[in-house]
C-alpha cells in the first residue's frame, strides 16, 4: 500500500485546489479534531477533547439489547427506516421527556438524527439565508458556529456569566437592530452545562428569553446535551418547557447518556419546523441508523436509560471534584475558572496578554493539552481563556494534568511581570 501511494504522490500533480467549490475553499478544520490527532498518540495528559469515558458505555446491556433486537426485529433494525426515524424510538422519546422535562411532546415532534451535529447543519439549511442574524453565546459551541458559518450568517454574539447568556444584553442588541430595520432569525444557546463554559443559564433568563423571542419574533434553538450530567445542585426545566408557541427547537443526543459511536441524536420541535427539516434530510442520508435506533428504543423504553444516567453521575462527579480542587491548589493568582454543577467543562481565564493558543505548544511540550478559548468565539476576540474536559481521564491523571498547566501558566506570568 505505502508503495502504490508513493507511485501516486510521484506522479504529476493536479491543480487540486481548483476542483472545489468556493464553499470547500473556505472550510477550515475543527480545532479541537486536529488537537485530538496531535495528541492521541503522544504521552500527554489530554484535557482537550469532549470525550465521554469508555467506562461508563453500557456494553454488557447494549449486548443484550442487540440479540433480542436481531432476533425479534431484525426486519425492521436491518433494514431502511423512514427519513424521521424508527416509530417506537420516537414515542419512547416522547414519553420519557414528557416524564423527565415535562414537555408534552409526540411523536410527530421528533426526528431522529445523526447525532445533534447533523440537526445542526440541518438548521443551517433550513433556516439560514446568507447575511441572517443568529446570536450565539460568547463562548460558544465550536462545532454549531462551523455548521452555521456554511450558510454565511451574520453572527451576533452576547457575552456569559455565571448565569448564562446576558439576556439583559441580548435585549440591548435586539433594540438596536430593530431600530435599523434588522431582525434576529435565531437564537442558539447550550442552556445546561454549557460547552465550553460549564454554566447554566438561570430559571429567569430562560423565561425572559422565550419572552424576547415572542417580542422580536425570532427561534430559539437549544441544544441540550449535558443537562442529565448533574452532579450538584437542583435540575432546571429546558428552555422548551416555557414555550407555548412552538419557538424552540430543541436538540438532544444519545452521545453522553448511552454512547457516541451509535451517532444518535434527536430533534423535538414544531411539526410545521420537522416537516422541512425532514425534507432537507432526505437529500443527505436517507435516514439515521436504524439498528442504532433499534437498540435506542430498547434502551429507553425498557428503563435501561433511567438507570445508567445515575451510574454515570456517581462516576463523573469525583473527576469533576478532583478537576476543581487541582485548579484550586495549583493555579497562580489571577487564573480564574468556573465552578459547573454538571457537564464535562471547565473554562479558565488567564491574566490578559497571555494568548493561551501560542501557550498550547509550550504545555503540549510539558505533557498536557487543552483547547484555546478563541475558536469557541464567533468573532475570536479572547485570546486569555482556555477549555479543561474532566471526564475522560482518572482523577490522578486529571490532578497531574491541572499541576503541569499550571506550572506552564505560572511560568508566563513570570515572563510577562515586570522585574
Known amino acids: 500500500m505505502e508503495k502504490k501511494l508513493k507511485k501516486k504522490l510521484a506522479a504529476k500533480p493536479l491543480n487540486f485546489e481548483s476542483f472545489f467549490s468556493e464553499k470547500a475553499l473556505g472550510m477550515k478544520a475543527s480545532e479541537i479534531r486536529e488537537l485530538l490527532k496531535l495528541v492521541e498518540t503522544s504521552d500527554v495528559i489530554s484535557l482537550a477533547g469532549g470525550l465521554p469515558a469508555p467506562e461508563t458505555f453500557?456494553?454488557?446491556?447494549?449486548?443484550?439489547?442487540?440479540?433480542?433486537?436481531?432476533?425479534?426485529?431484525?426486519?425492521?433494525?436491518?433494514?431502511?427506516?423512514?427519513?424521521?426515524?424508527?416509530?417506537?424510538?420516537?414515542?419512547?422519546?416522547?414519553?420519557?421527556?414528557?416524564?423527565?422535562?415535562?414537555?408534552?411532546?409526540?411523536?410527530?415532534?421528533?426526528?431522529?438524527?445523526?447525532?445533534?451535529?447533523?440537526?445542526?447543519?440541518?438548521?443551517?439549511?433550513?433556516?439560514?439565508?446568507?447575511?441572517?442574524?443568529?446570536?450565539?453565546?460568547?463562548?460558544?459551541?465550536?462545532?454549531a458556529l462551523q455548521a452555521f458559518n456554511y450558510y454565511d450568517p451574520e453572527f451576533v454574539s452576547i457575552p456569559m456569566d455565571h448565569d448564562g447568556m446576558r439576556i439583559d444584553l441580548l435585549r440591548e442588541r435586539l433594540e438596536e437592530l430593530d431600530e435599523k430595520g434588522r431582525r434576529v432569525k435565531l437564537v442558539y444557546t447550550v442552556s445546561t452545562f454549557q460547552n465550553p463554559m460549564g454554566v447554566?443559564?438561570?430559571?429567569?433568563?430562560?423565561?425572559?428569553?422565550?419572552?424576547?423571542?415572542?417580542?422580536?419574533?425570532?427561534?430559539?434553538?437549544?441544544?441540550?446535551?449535558?443537562?442529565?450530567?448533574?452532579?450538584?445542585?437542583?435540575?432546571?426545566?429546558?428552555?422548551?418547557?416555557?414555550?407555548?408557541?412552538?419557538?424552540?427547537?430543541?436538540?438532544?443526543?444519545?452521545?453522553?447518556?448511552?454512547?457516541?459511536?451509535?451517532?444518535?441524536?434527536?430533534?423535538?420541535?414544531?411539526?410545521?419546523?420537522?416537516?422541512?427539516?425532514?425534507?432537507?434530510?432526505?437529500?443527505?442520508?436517507?435516514?439515521?441508523?436504524t439498528l442504532g435506533q433499534a437498540i435506542a428504543w430498547k434502551y429507553v423504553e425498557e428503563g435501561y436509560l433511567d438507570e445508567h444516567i445515575p451510574e454515570i453521575i456517581r462516576f463523573y462527579k469525583p473527576r469533576r471534584d478532583a478537576m476543581l480542587r487541582a485548579l484550586e491548589d495549583f493555579m497562580p493568582d489571577g487564573v480564574e475558572w468556573t465552578k459547573p454543577d454538571g457537564g464535562m467543562f471547565v473554562w479558565a481565564t488567564l491574566p490578559e496578554g497571555i494568548n493561551t493558543k501560542t501557550l498550547l505548544e509550550k504545555a503540549v511540550s510539558k505533557g498536557v493539552a487543552y483547547v484555546p478559548g478563541e475558536a469557541f468565539f464567533a468573532h475570536r476576540e479572547v485570546k486569555n481563556a482556555l477549555r479543561l474536559n474532566f471526564t475522560y481521564v482518572p482523577e490522578e491523571k486529571i490532578r497531574e494534568g491541572v499541576k503541569r498547566l499550571a506550572e506552564v501558566i505560572e511560568g508566563e506570568l513570570r515572563k510577562s511581570s515586570p522585574q
Open 58 to 143: 453500557p456494553v454488557e446491556v447494549i449486548k443484550k439489547i442487540t440479540e433480542d433486537v436481531l432476533t425479534n426485529h431484525a426486519d425492521k433494525a436491518l433494514q431502511y427506516g423512514t427519513t424521521k426515524g424508527f416509530t417506537p424510538l420516537r414515542l419512547a422519546l416522547a414519553r420519557w421527556m414528557e416524564k423527565r422535562y415535562r414537555i408534552p411532546m409526540s411523536k410527530v415532534e421528533i426526528m431522529m438524527v445523526a447525532g445533534s451535529q447533523e440537526a445542526l447543519d440541518l438548521l443551517g439549511r433550513v433556516f439560514i439565508d446568507p447575511g441572517d442574524v443568529v446570536v450565539v453565546e460568547a463562548p460558544t459551541y465550536l462545532a
Open 200 to 289: 447554566t443559564m438561570s430559571l429567569e433568563r430562560r423565561k425572559e428569553l422565550v419572552k424576547l423571542a415572542e417580542e422580536y419574533d425570532f427561534i430559539i434553538v437549544e441544544d441540550n446535551p449535558y443537562s442529565e450530567l448533574r452532579y450538584s445542585g437542583e435540575p432546571i426545566p429546558p428552555i422548551k418547557h416555557f414555550d407555548s408557541e412552538g419557538r424552540v427547537i430543541y436538540l438532544g443526543t444519545f452521545s453522553k447518556i448511552l454512547a457516541p459511536g451509535l451517532r444518535l441524536g434527536w430533534v423535538s420541535a414544531h411539526p410545521h419546523f420537522i416537516r422541512k427539516m425532514e425534507i432537507a434530510k432526505q437529500s443527505i442520508d436517507l435516514c439515521t441508523n
